[in-house]
């Protein structure tokens, strides 16, 4: 049954992670894309509040039925859709593919899990799809029409959204889909800065931060998948639902 689609995202409408999932989405309904105008990575399910949000058409580098520029959240962007640029609610929201893995404890900060979220309380199910940092969109070209058409088919319960992980190794190197994948109970990345002294007595510090090993997860959860080379498949359940 054809779907009408809403595509998101939090790396920004040109990023190359939403052309990849529009292409594949437009297999299985009718696809709307509207993201935000530049990167909005761990903004979690901000929304703007004070400042207007400035939306333009987009001239979308594949087929969709049209594509707005949001100035503003991940969030803003489910909102603005939904409540303004179609004429219906879709029948499913899609996030992703974001640049970076959203996995464990990690996902509180993800724009991209944010607008995942914002579709469930709108009564929208969602799916939320990422890859490794710059990774090569190899092995999730391959699952992304499978794992399309298995979880369409069987969307999770009202409060849950499906979250995807493709990991970050070479399609002949993946090991397949583990599926039921929990939320590890730990940070991927550690917190981890650099520090540079400033003149003033002030400080900067920068992100320097890398992976844990897989052995630190449980064996049942989604880091320990993906950093053993499968794609995970899991639910999380929307905090407020």
């Keep these: 049954m054809s779907k009408n689609i809403l595509i998101v995202n939090d790396d920004g409408i040109h990023s190359e992670g939403i052309v990849r999932l529009a292409q594949a989405a437009s297999r299985f309904g009718h696809v709307w894309v509207a993201a935000p105008d530049e990167q909005c990575s761990g903004m979690s399910q901000k929304i703007s509040i004070f400042d207007p949000i400035l939306v333009r058409p987009y001239e979308f580098p594949v087929p969709v039925e049209a594509a707005w520029s949001i100035g503003g959240t991940p969030a803003d962007c489910v909102k603005v859709a939904v409540g303004y640029l179609l004429e219906g609610a879709p029948d499913l929201v899609l996030s992703g593919i974001n640049n970076g893995y959203n996995a464990g404890f990690d996902n509180a900060y993800s724009g991209t899990i944010g607008a995942a979220a914002e579709a ?50 070479p399609l002949r190197d993946c090991k397949g889909v583990l599926y039921g994948r929990r939320l590890a109970p730990v940070q991927l990345y550690q917190e981890l800065y650099h520090r540079e002294d400033r003149p003033d007595g002030s400080f900067t510090l920068l992100n320097t931060s890398t992976p844990i090993d897989a052995s630190a997860a449980p064996e049942d959860s989604d880091i320990y998948a993906i950093l053993n080379g499968y794609v995970s498949v899991g639910p999380i359940r929307c905090a407020v639902l």
């Design 120 to 169: 469930l309380m709108k009564g929208i199910p969602a799916i939320a799809f990422s890859r490794g940092l710059n990774a090569d969109f190899e092995v999730a070209e391959h699952y992304l029409p499978l794992l399309l058409e298995e979880l369409t088919a069987a969307p999770p319960v009202p409060w849950e959204l499906w979250n995807v992980n493709f990991p970050a190794v």
